[in-house]
Every structure is written in C-alpha cells, then in structure tokens.
C-alpha cells in the first residue's frame, strides 16, 4: 500500500487547529490531526467554557438575595462544589465527544499522541511517521508562573476546575483576565478572596476609567485588591500557606492560584529540526499568511502570540484553510475586535481606549453613563453600571464602547458590528431604543463628558 501523503498535517485540536482541519478537509484536502491532550484544546477544556458555566455558577448567590426585593424567599445555602465541578465535567466531555465527530464526519484522521517534527514534511507521532505537504502548529499555550520560592505549591487555572473541595480563602496573584475572571468566581462561590496585582490598577491596557469602576464594583462586593504588590515567596504552614509579601507583610491563605499570563507550548515540538524561528516575546513568528520561516510549516493561535482569544484563532484557522485550499490570499483584519472579561460584574470592550484614542486622533469627544440598573431599583443591590463611547471629532465615527455590567459581552458583541462598519455618532443618536434596556443607554447619549 502507498503511503498516504497529506495536504495538511495539524498539531493541535484546540480552536485554531480543529477549525483550519475541518475547513481544509470540507475544501478536499486529505488532513491529518495529532492532540496529546484533550479535544478542544483549552477553551473547551479548561478555559473559557468551563470558566463561563463557574461565572454563571457564581452568579447566583447574587441572584438569590436579589430575589427577595421582589418578593422570592430564597435562602443561600453552601454551594455544592463537587456537584458544579463534576457537572461541569459532564458537560466538558460531552463537547469533546463533539469535537471529535466534527473532525470524523469533516474525514480528517485523528492522531491521538504527541505530535514531533522531524523536517520541514515529516511529523513522528508515538514512532510513526507522517508525510505532510504543509503542517500547522496550533499547539496554544501553556500557563506561566513565576520562580519564585515555593512557585510549586501554587496552582494554576489548568487545576482550579478540578479541586476536590473549595478554599475557605484564597490569594490570586495577576492582574489580567483570567486573575480578575477568577476572583470574581470564587468570591461568589462563597470563597474570601484577596487579588494580588503588581502594578497600580490591574487590566493593563483597558480604558482605565472602566478599569476603576471595576476594582470599586468588586471592593464592594467584598474582593479584596491589592495592587502595587507582589508574592517574593510561598511557604507550606499548618496545611495552609504562607505568603511573603514585596511590601514586607505576610499573608496566610488555603489557596494561591497563580494567573501570571501564559506562555507558547513549544517543548518537544521538534522545532530545532526546521527553520521555524520566534520572535522576541519567543512565540512562533509568522508572516500575514501565517507561514513561518519554513515556508511548509504554518502557525495560528496562541502559540504565535497575537491577541490569546479563541475567535481569533477559529479566524485565523479559518483563513488558512482558505489560502491553503481555495487560493484567496484576503489578509485577516485585526481591527475591532471585540473582548469580555467575565468578571463579577462583565466587562466588556470594542474599540480605542479613551487613552489610545488621545493619542490616535486629534480631538475626541467622550460620552460615559453611571446608573443603577432598573432591576437593582427593588433588588436593592449596589452594583452600578457603567457605559462609555469614544467618539473621533473629525470623522463622527465611534471608535471605542466599553461597558462594565451585566451581559456586557452580548451588548457589546452587538455594538462590534456598528462600530467595525464605521457607525458614526450621529448613526447611533438616529437609532431608537428598545426600552427599558440597558443597551438603550448606548443610543441616548447626548452629552460628551470631556
Ligand atoms: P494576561 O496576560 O491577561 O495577564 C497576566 C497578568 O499577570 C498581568 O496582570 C501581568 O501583569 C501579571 N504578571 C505577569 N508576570 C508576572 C509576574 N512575574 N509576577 C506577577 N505578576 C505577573 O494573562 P492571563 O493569564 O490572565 O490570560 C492569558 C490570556 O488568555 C489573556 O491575555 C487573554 O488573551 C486570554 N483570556 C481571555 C479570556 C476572555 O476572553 N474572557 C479569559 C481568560 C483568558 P502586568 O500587567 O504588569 O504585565
């Protein structure tokens, strides 16, 4: 018998990689896919699937007091963690049965094992051989913790959806999404929480204005922030552990869940045997085509370190498949893309920052709303919420909206679609309402604020 030849070789079933192998494999490509780990990669195993079905799971004991303002009894019990991480688990494997059919049913081959390249065609899989065309490495990342004394008995976003029982308190140290998404989840699982963020504010790179609403919104409901420190050591004390601090305090925890960013899964991936190189942050360079410096080896997602969402790399894999295998070269547009941090409250952003857009345009007009929403007028609950648009002067055009509030993420996902199509100022004040929304509050805004 030949040997089969692939088109496509991908290394990796996590978003980027499954969507470039189904979509080659529906364009005719004979395809190819090798996964070590789990089907669906992080998102769908411990990422932003498990993560949302905790935030929704954190939600409720919020929901249960605001109930009684309008006239529900309902009393908060203890949460019943193995009873959401096993259902939550359930859920997980159902998807990842799901994958694999779409992978089946698209005639892709599914390799299950770690995936080495041997040269710029050949990818070994547990002793076997592959000859590919054109190999994909979608391998993702991996979390980073620091080196610091004790960083061994931290754990990271990878084990916290397995814990066999829930901490009575616990520190997490970062200041970016997954840190806050986390404080926020735990904190409304009943656990008492205390963030640890090195920098004055954290969300580096957000609109510091909703950044602030935010740190206020989770300080009231009762997160403790700590920004401009930092843990120099962890020790083990009693069961519990014990955290030396920058300033000098210490700090005693069940729990020290580590959200320091993450890195490129690049270890035993057999670059050394290609002319792959990385750039400077050491993720796999590409070019607009996602081609590496070995012309027949291809990267998309987060192993090449671009913006770490999973749309991005189902687009980035999407137009791959398509260069590949239908000859459209279109250049993927980065602009506009919206994100959401689900953090207690959402927050939700398009766009410039009000900063960025200082520095871009030449005059800018901002238009912000602070209200309590309707249902919190009889919930009695004091979470506000905060809405901002940046507008450019010259052009009218709406260049950033950024929300902190309930289902930010669905507002500004609708908002993404204006604003990416250039909606003005004036398009938005000519759009009625739908009323009584929050949302609406986005097309009654009439005076700018600076
Ligand atoms: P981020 O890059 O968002 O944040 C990392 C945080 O850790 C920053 O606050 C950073 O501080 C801090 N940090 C880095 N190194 C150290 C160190 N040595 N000591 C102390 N603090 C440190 O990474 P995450 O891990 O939160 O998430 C990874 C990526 O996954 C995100 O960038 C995002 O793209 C994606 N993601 C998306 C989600 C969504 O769409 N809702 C949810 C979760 C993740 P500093 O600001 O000073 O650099």
């Not at 669905?410 to 739908?434: M, N, P, R, W």
Request: glycine share 10%; hydrophobic share 40%; aromatic share 8%.
């Amino acid at each position: 018998m030949s040997e089969t030849i692939y088109d496509l070789f991908v290394i990796g079933a996590g978003s980027g990689g499954v969507r470039a192998a189904r979509m080659s494999a529906s364009f005719g490509a004979k395809v190819a896919i090798a996964e070590s780990r789990y089907l669906g990669g992080t998102c769908v195993n411990v990422g932003c699937v498990p993560k949302k079905l905790f935030s929704y799971a954190a939600h409720y004991r919020e929901d249960f007091s605001d109930a009684q303002g309008f006239g529900w009894d309902s009393s908060v019990s203890d949460l019943d963690w193995p009873r959401l991480r096993d259902n939550k688990t359930k859920e997980i494997e159902r998807l990842n049965g799901i994958y694999g059919n779409l992978l089946n049913n698209a005639g892709a081959d599914l390799i299950n094992g770690h995936a080495r390249i041997v040269d710029a065609n050949t990818v070994e899989v547990d002793g076997n051989k592959y000859t590919a065309k054109n190999i994909l490495i979608a391998v993702g990342g991996w979390p980073f913790i620091p080196d610091i004394p004790g960083c061994e008995l931290a754990i990271s976003s990878n084990e916290l959806f397995y814990l066999d029982t829930l901490p009575k308190h616990a520190v997490v140290v970062g200041g970016g999404y997954i840190a806050t998404e986390f404080a926020g989840i735990l904190h409304g699982l009943g656990v008492e929480v205390e963030q640890i963020y090195r920098r004055d504010l954290f969300l580096r790179g957000f609109d510091t204005e909703i950044r602030e609403q935010l740190a206020e919104e989770m300080t009231n409901k009762g997160v403790k922030l700590r920004f401009n420190e930092n843990v120099t050591a962890i020790a083990e004390q009693d069961g519990q552990y014990l955290l030396t601090l920058e300033s000098g305090e210490s700090l005693l925890t069940d729990k020290v869940l580590y959200a320091t960013g993450r890195k490129p899964l690049l270890e035993g991936l057999g670059l050394e045997n290609t002319k792959v190189t990385l750039n400077d942050k050491g993720y796999i360079a590409v070019n607009e085509g996602f081609q590496t410096a070995e012309p027949s080896i291809y990267a998309v997602g987060d192993v090449t370190g671009g913006m770490e969402l999973t749309p991005v790399a189902l687009a980035e894999g999407m137009n791959l498949a398509k260069r590949l295998f239908k000859g459209d070269n279109t250049v993927l547009d980065y602009s506009f893309i919206p994100t959401a941090i689900f953090s207690q409250p959402n927050l939700a952003t398009v766009g410039f920052s009000e900063e960025e857009a200082r520095e871009r345009f030449a005059d800018i007009a901002v238009y912000t709303s602070r209200f309590t929403h309707l249902k919190h007028t009889l919930s009695g609950n004091k979470t506000k919420t905060f809405l901002k648009l940046v507008v450019d002067k010259a052009s009218d055009k709406v260049v950033g909206a950024h929300m902190m509030g309930d289902d930010a993420g669905e507002i500004i996902q609708g908002l993404a679609v204006a604003i990416k199509a250039g909606a003005t100022k004036a398009d938005f004040d000519s759009t009625i309402g739908i009323h009584p929304t929050v949302a609406e509050e986005f097309v009654t805004m009439r005076d700018a604020t600076r």
